[in-house]
């Protein structure tokens, strides 16, 4: 089992996402993966600063994955996706399937994030003819459906093939819109935003009128209200045939997180702590994503 650090989905400044990835380098994570995957406007850092960022970290001895936007909206933004997939240097994580053409027709193998919607092996199938090396399983889905999709992907003959990661830490990305919610939170167009998300590097919390905290703003995604939390089913992933557990920053506290879960891996044993009162597992436990739920 190995540790995956997710894109940063949020705006933080430049000088912030460098100290963090300086960090990364000196921790026990082993893949990270780099890019602006929410909004082309936030452009705090440039193609140049991602690619110093991912040489660092592979000097580091990290393997690095380069991540693609996730909602494209015009012809500039898929000029981005290319620029990226045409890097000549890293392998890319496509999160829409303009990225998956890109790749596959220059012959590259890629990943997929989990906002590709793979429900199947025989999608998984079709995506590995294309050059499909990794996939992450799409946040809705439970630890008995990724047990059936692991399953068929046997019978199909491409369990060797294909590795497997699974979100397991961090605030979860649910829909994405072309509208930003953060934009017009402050009475600003999207075109006007003046950067605003820079305002709220963990996003906007929205609750529900009886004050329970339901979902997170973050420009144009609405993730989570609570922060997912399935690091102590990592024995019961490794079983399934899980290659990698995924963890999302929301702050430079995941390291901590991240290490301690790297240690408990490297030694065999039980992650100690299960998630708190205020986090969620509810979809690995095939329930409402956003509750807390025993074991089944």
């Not at 809705?140 to 046997?154: G, T």
């Not at 305002?199 to 329970?212: D, F, Y």
Request: charge should be negative; glycine fraction near 6%; proline fraction near 3%.
């Amino acid at each position: 089992m190995q540790t995956t650090l997710g894109p940063v989905l949020y705006f933080w400044s430049r000088q912030d996402v460098f100290d963090f990835y300086e960090k990364v380098s000196r921790s026990d994570i082993d893949r990270v993966c780099l890019g602006e995957v929410t909004c082309s406007k936030r452009r705090e850092l440039s193609h140049g600063d991602w690619m110093a960022i991912a040489r660092m970290l592979t000097d580091a001895g990290k393997k690095v994955i380069l991540s693609t936007l996730t909602l494209l909206e015009s012809e500039s933004e898929l000029s981005q996706v290319r620029k990226i997939c045409d890097n000549h240097e890293f392998m890319v994580e496509a999160n829409d399937m303009s990225a998956v053409k890109f790749l596959s027709s220059n012959g590259l193998e890629f990943c997929t994030g989990p906002s590709l919607n793979i429900y199947n092996a025989y999608t998984l199938k079709q995506l590995y003819k294309l050059g499909l090396k990794r996939w992450v399983l799409p946040l809705e889905l439970s630890e008995q459906k990724l047990a059936d999709i692991l399953m068929q992907a046997e019978a199909l003959k491409l369990a060797d093939k294909i590795e497997t990661e699974v979100f397991s830490y961090g605030y979860m990305p649910l829909a994405y819109s072309a509208r930003c919610f953060t934009a017009r939170a402050n009475d600003r167009g999207k075109d006007e935003c003046e950067f605003i998300c820079l305002k709220v590097p963990q996003g906007i919390p929205l609750a529900t009128q009886e004050n329970q905290r339901l979902f997170t703003l973050n420009g144009i995604q609405t993730m989570s209200g609570h922060c997912m939390n399935i690091l102590d089913r990592w024995q019961d992933m490794e079983r399934l045939g899980v290659d990698s557990m995924r963890l999302s920053a929301h702050s430079h506290d995941v390291l901590d997180i991240a290490q301690n879960l790297a240690g408990v891996i490297k030694a065999g044993q039980p992650y100690g702590d299960g998630p708190a009162e205020d986090q969620c597992n509810g979809y690995w436990e095939n329930g409402s994503g956003k509750d807390l739920l025993m074991r089944r």
